[in-house]
């Protein structure tokens, strides 16, 4: 599997779950080691192995791997909190993947503008072209959110934090890769105070550097390869007609046609490894979304203008960010568009900002 930028840890998530046997507290307490270990953490099976009331649970802090929901967030309902992973966090991922989906109508345009302007878009893509030796240096400066409260509808705290992913992939993908992991720490507060932060709570990511042969940094090159985790074979594989593009991509989003589709080819964009051709039909296929919009002018995290697309699911505001001069995309954001749950309409929860370009050596930026 080859993520390019993305961690995999939903994936460990998804692996780990499977291996739950029926809930106890014995049961709870193995399952949420396992997969703690597997993140990289250790938990304390005093505190794990007992009885949780609803007030004691308020300080235990689970984290939630980053998933491009890229809303991470600590639950205050220990008890449950396995289920809540499942449903919160991998869901879409735990559905099977490219098996019998329902077809459902037959896709519609979502818009004559979004269509037309993504068209002209995907029109002036361009690849790049690495020599033997030379890396593609991948680069995705983001803000993500961390949470929490006595539920996942009603936030106690909440604050932003920024994560840099820095990725070097091989002329060759076979061979090894580098990536990159680093955070400046400034915390920015959207609800509540830092006393309300639970004292256990960790890092949003673990930092640092990881090396792997084929982009394999966690183990997890025995997953089927997907538009969020593509390989070569995949994506040379992969149809560039539009509208069965369209329906490849709803697929493996499990059916949907909304904010998770949405979401999943952003991912894909994200890792810049996607060609010129096949984010052209990607841009082309994203006008079968029901309900997309061009949302007009907008600026990824880095503060680059570029027009958005994307659509409004209850609260919140998804979209793609793509420079319509170059067709390059920039970056995603995710925002409030009303109150809800303790956030005020118009705050950014998530943002990112991709870029990318060919460099020498492993490293090198």
């Not at 509540?192 to 256990?200: A, E, I, L, R």
């Not at 943002?351 to 990318?356: E, Q, V």
Request: hydrophobic share 40%; net charge negative; no cysteine.
């Amino acid at each position: 599997m080859r993520e390019g930028l993305r961690p995999a840890e939903d994936d460990l998530v998804k692996r780990a779950v499977s291996e739950l046997p029926p809930m106890s507290d014995e049961a709870f307490a193995a399952g949420r080691a396992r997969l703690m270990a597997r993140m990289g953490r250790t938990v304390d099976t005093a505190v794990e192995t007992q009885s949780v009331t609803t007030a004691e649970a308020e300080s235990i802090a689970v984290p939630q791997p980053r998933r491009r929901s890229r809303h991470v967030a600590w639950l205050a309902a220990a008890a449950v909190v396995v289920g809540v992973l499942v449903l919160t966090l991998v869901g879409p991922t735990l559905v099977p993947k490219g098996g019998d989906v329902d077809s459902g109508p037959e896709p519609r345009i979502g818009s004559a503008v979004a269509a037309e302007a993504l068209s002209q878009a995907a029109s002036k893509t361009g690849d790049v072209v690495l020599q033997p030796g030379q890396f593609l240096y991948v680069r995705n400066h983001t803000m993500a959110m961390a949470s929490g409260g006595a539920d996942e509808n009603h936030i106690g705290w909440a604050y932003t934090q920024d994560e840099t992913y820095e990725t070097w992939v091989p002329a060759d993908q076979g061979q090894t890769w580098e990536t990159k992991r680093s955070s400046t720490g400034r915390k920015t507060l959207l609800v509540g105070s830092p006393d309300d932060f639970p004292k256990d709570m960790p890092d949003l990511m673990p930092l640092g550097e990881w090396k792997a042969r084929g982009g394999a940094f966690w183990g997890q090159d025995d997953l089927p390869a997907a538009f969020t985790r593509p390989t070569p074979a995949y994506l040379a594989a992969l149809t560039r007609d539009p509208k069965k593009l369209y329906e490849k991509l709803r697929s493996e989003a499990a059916g949907d046609q909304g904010h998770i589709l949405l979401t999943e080819i952003s991912e894909g964009l994200d890792t810049g490894l996607i060609p010129a051709d096949l984010r052209k039909a990607v841009f082309q296929a994203l006008a079968y979304l029901p309900n997309l919009q061009v949302l007009g002018g907008q600026a990824d995290f880095d503060g680059r203008s570029g027009t958005g697309f994307g659509l409004v699911d209850d609260a919140t505001q998804y979209e793609l960010i793509i420079d319509p001069a170059t067709g390059t995309y920039l970056g995603w954001k995710e925002m409030q568009v009303r109150d809800a749950k303790g956030l005020k309409a118009g705050t950014v929860v998530n943002a990112t900002a991709l870029s990318t370009k060919v460099v020498g050596a492993m490293g090198q930026s």
